[in-house]
């Protein structure tokens, strides 16, 4: 393997971390993605499964794909794994002369893995080079038939427990691993992550269990990622090994898998400690020996089970490409739902300021108390100057009435936007249920720990003396104070741009011979009512006071003025309220950022690709290399 095909490996592990599948996504919920097909060709549905294959892979790139990537020549790691009282740790037992791990009646027997192997090659086998995921632990008392022999202490976490011996050659690790059928489920979780991570799977049946379908599954695994296996039929009656041995060998090939090595063990008593007799399994002890002595062979055995994992990696690749399209684009669906019903609350407020609603009712009435009925307006004189005059000698005595129209302005807007802001979050929370994913972040939404982020916009003031009295503000109770905030600092920047527009003497004494507030005042109304683009909003408003106030802003300010006035005040009216809802939507907003997908399908997809080339690559360097180890063995044996 070149230096390039490492790195891309490496690249690809990191782009695992950038998939954290947040959304839970139904296989066919997305149009166009009915369901995920794996690289073995089934199918499989929903994020659930997308999320173990994502994990799978990860730890078989850390335990197995990129340390033997980085060196091929590493002792080959030789897997003993099979159902429960198969006879695993007797095997090993035996093959190794003295009893190193835990064998008895007792189920599980084997709870934590062991790794054998000499001592010259602990260094290759370092945390740091082989199964960096699984921690190591030391244990003492090796005694035969000693409860203190490793694999079966209950103290011990979730590790790999390694041992140095003589009885392995050079170059061979052994690993005695869990039962894949254990009634654990951590047992058989760590023994599938062992045989993901092994150069050659020793698999040990008995004669009654060798056709049971757990093993037979973790076998089709195997075979996909082209594994080489080895296979000992255990306890086999005497006469019947020819017929057991055929018909294992009939469902291997029928499955596509061609077993290095088939070895029968019949049935047969145990020695005082618990081993077989050692003429039992000399072909298998000879095989192993022969396999210590002939690196060519070891390395053929390795890069061919690394070009599988690397080519089920790939097609593994290209099933998280497809999830991650389905995430991607469910996540864009619920957030334009939120942006959706934002954008229409907003259109919904905006109509209400232009459509003249919000110049009825009480608004309406204030400003009849503010100007006076339509028959005092029909009295005056038709001059505009003389209007001014009388209007502004008659308001200069009611300050009040002034005020209590821009209260009415304010409770208005402020019901105005709080009704948007309700219905625009209903409706998000309705369109979310309506799918899995939606669902999904409306249960993280609504979970206890989630606390509702504050409008930034709000002043303290509010917030400090709610503290104060030990009351707990709630999100809406937060939100309404923020909108009659914002409403008032709206109001104030009317006032200013009275006073900015009316700088000039001339003008400025004509608007205070109406009053700062009262003409303020009427610059709201006209806000809502001249940027409507309709006249009968205006003649609704008191019998056409509202046509009355425009005009006497206009004789002070002039026509094209009030209108940049009136327009300027409307769009910072609205600006402010966009922001509001901005906040209000925050939540939703928060929870899709928590949930972004990150990674792009496309940059999965083409991980994929670049991993196939470099399995074909593999694949391709194995073939060679294992003619030149038969060319090794045939010359050796030629010799």
Do not use: C
Not at 227 to 251: K, S
Not at 276 to 295: F, K, M, N, Y
Request: charged share 20%; hydrophobic share 45%; net charge negative.
């Amino acid at each position: 393997m070149t230096t390039t095909d490492y790195a891309q490996l490496k690249v690809a592990r990191e782009l695992l971390t950038r998939i954290p599948l947040p959304l839970d996504v139904e296989a066919g919920e997305t149009p166009g993605t009915p369901y995920t097909v794996t690289h073995d060709g089934t199918a499989e549905h929903g994020t659930a499964t997308a999320r173990t294959l994502l994990a799978a892979m990860a730890r078989q790139l850390d335990d197995y794909i990129l340390p033997r990537s980085a060196s091929v020549d590493n002792p080959l790691t030789i897997v003993v794994g099979g159902s429960t009282g198969a006879g695993k740790s007797t095997l090993v037992n035996t093959l190794l002369g003295e009893p190193l791990t835990q064998s008895g009646a007792i189920r599980p027997t084997t709870r934590h893995p062991v790794l054998l192997h000499r001592a010259e090659d602990e260094a290759a086998l370092s945390p740091e080079r082989f199964l960096p995921t699984l921690p190591r632990t030391r244990t003492s008392g090796m005694n035969a038939g000693s409860q203190a022999l490793p694999g079966l202490d209950p103290k011990i976490a979730r590790a790999l427990i390694p041992i140095t011996t003589s009885a392995l050659p050079q170059g061979i690790a052994l690993i005695d691993a869990p039962d894949i059928d254990s009634v654990s489920e951590e047992n058989r979780t760590l023994a599938k992550e062992l045989l993901s991570a092994a150069d050659l799977w020793l698999f040990v049946t008995t004669a009654n269990r060798y056709a049971d379908a757990v093993p037979w599954e973790l076998l089709h695994e195997a075979a996909a990622r082209s594994i080489a296996i080895a296979v000992v039929l255990n306890r086999v009656p005497e006469g019947d090994e020819e017929a057991i041995e055929n018909d294992l060998r009939r469902m291997l090939d029928e499955a596509g898998i061609h077993a290095v090595l088939i070895h029968t063990v019949t049935e047969q008593p145990r020695d005082e400690s618990g081993m077989l007799a050692p003429v039992s399994l000399a072909p298998l002890t000879l095989w192993i020996r022969e396999l210590g002595a002939d690196a060519p062979a070891r390395a053929a055995i390795a890069r061919q089970t690394l070009a599988g994992a690397v080519e089920t990696l790939a097609g593994n690749l290209q099933v998280l490409a497809a999830e991650q399209a389905r995430q991607q684009a469910a996540h864009q669906s619920l957030a334009t739902i939120v942006a959706e019903e934002y954008e229409d609350a907003l259109t919904t407020i905006d109509g209400a300021l232009s459509d003249g609603s919000l110049l009825r009712g009480e608004v309406l009435s204030r400003w009849h108390d503010f100007v006076g009925t339509g028959d005092f307006f029909r009295s005056l004189d038709s001059t505009i100057g003389r209007l001014r005059d009388r209007v502004g000698s008659a308001l200069r005595g009611q300050p009040a009435a002034a005020q209590k129209v821009e209260d009415a302005l304010e409770s208005g807007i402020h019901a105005v936007v709080l009704d948007a802001a309700a219905r625009a979050s209903e409706n998000t929370r309705t369109r979310w249920r309506a799918s899995r994913a939606g669902r999904s972040l409306l249960a993280r939404l609504d979970a206890p720990q989630a606390v509702s982020v504050a409008p930034q916009t709000v002043s303290a003031a509010p917030e400090q003396n709610a503290e104060a009295k030990g009351e707990v503000q709630s999100a809406e109770d937060i939100f309404s104070a923020a909108v009659a905030e914002q409403i008032r600092l709206w109001q104030g920047s009317v006032l200013e741009m009275i006073r900015e527009e009316g700088a000039d003497k001339r003008k400025r004494a004509r608007f205070l011979s109406l009053g700062v507030n009262a003409t303020a005042v009427m610059l709201m109304v006209a806000a809502f009512s001249l940027t409507g683009g309709i006249t009968g909003i205006e003649a609704g408003i008191a019998g056409g006071s509202g046509v009355v106030g425009t005009k006497l802003l206009e004789s002070i300010f002039g026509e094209d003025a009030v209108r940049r006035m009136a327009t300027r005040a409307r769009t910072d009216l609205l600006e402010r309220m966009a922001d509001l809802l901005t906040e209000h939507a925050q939540p939703f907003t928060a929870v899709l950022e928590e949930t972004d997908p990150q990674a792009d399908a496309e940059d999965i997809h083409r991980a994929a690709e670049q991993v196939q080339a470099i399995a074909a690559e593999m694949s391709t360097q194995s073939q060679t290399t294992q003619r030149q180890a038969a060319a090794h063995t045939n010359g050796t044996v030629a010799r």
